[in-house]
């Protein structure tokens, strides 16, 4: 079974600087998908950043971009430019999807508190 | 274009009573998953269901149901509830793989 880990279970930045938040999977497939979620107060969880494991390049949204790597199966996620409306918590995310025999279903790390100071 | 509609949004119920959540997916979306979100945890997946059957299941038991509509609108049974039942529900709506979109969820809380 695929597990995810985030080990920071709690960040703060500086508004307009640059924040990493780290995510590692265990996984024996070899294609799959990763994204990364956010979760404000309104519990509403928002799509940030989603990177398939056969690309190389990593996916870069605006202000957020991944480092996928692979091999070492981590797939941390930067924002730069840090704004007050990004204070949230961020969970990471791996599937496999229908076309590789998975199920879809999303599997979730416990998520990384991230508050962005005035 | 209104995205995943979940009601209720807030419910206290007792220990040992039953309770059906409801959703409504994103237009265009044709497969719907629930999951629960205990406090302080990141969601855990209940089931999925698509074309009105149950394609996958999580590691719940069998007080956890659903059921998909013609509509592609979808209701999450909880019975003889436990305290522990207590979370966020939140529904998901997805067409292919393409990412998910989920609601604001219901919180359901037993007492």
């Known amino acids: 079974a695929q597990t995810v880990t985030q080990s920071q279970p709690e960040m703060s930045v500086q508004e307009a600087e640059t924040v990493t938040l780290s995510c590692t999977y265990d996984?024996?497939?070899?294609?799959?998908?990763l994204f990364w979620y956010k979760q404000p107060p309104s519990r509403q969880m928002i799509l940030v950043i989603r990177q398939e494991a056969y690309k190389q390049q990593n996916a870069t949204e605006n202000r957020f971009s991944v480092n996928f790597q692979k091999a070492a199966k981590s797939f941390s996620l930067k924002i730069s430019d840090s704004q007050l409306g990004d204070t949230a918590m961020y969970f990471c995310?791996?599937?496999?999807?229908?076309?590789?025999?998975?199920?879809?279903?999303?599997?979730f790390g416990k998520g990384t508190k991230l508050t962005v100071n005035p | 274009d209104a995205g995943v509609t979940q009601s209720p949004t807030h419910l206290i119920k007792t220990r040992g009573q039953q309770v059906t959540l409801r959703c409504s997916p994103k237009?265009?979306?044709?497969?719907v998953s629930w999951y629960q979100q205990a406090l302080g945890q990141g969601p855990q997946f209940i089931f999925q269901?698509?074309?009105?059957?149950?394609?996958q299941r999580g590691n719940f038991p069998d007080r956890f149901s659903g059921h998909q509509f013609p509509n592609y609108s979808s209701e999450l049974n909880v019975n003889a509830l436990l305290l522990g039942d207590s979370a966020l529900y939140l529904c998901a709506s997805s067409f292919a793989h393409y990412g998910y979109t989920f609601g604001s969820g219901t919180r359901l809380t037993v007492v």
């Open positions: 995310a791996f599937m496999k999807p229908l076309t590789q025999g998975g199920s879809e279903k999303l599997v």
């Open positions: 237009s265009g979306h044709d497969t």
């Open positions: 269901y698509y074309e009105e059957e149950e394609r």
């Open positions: 996984t024996s497939e070899n294609n799959y998908y």
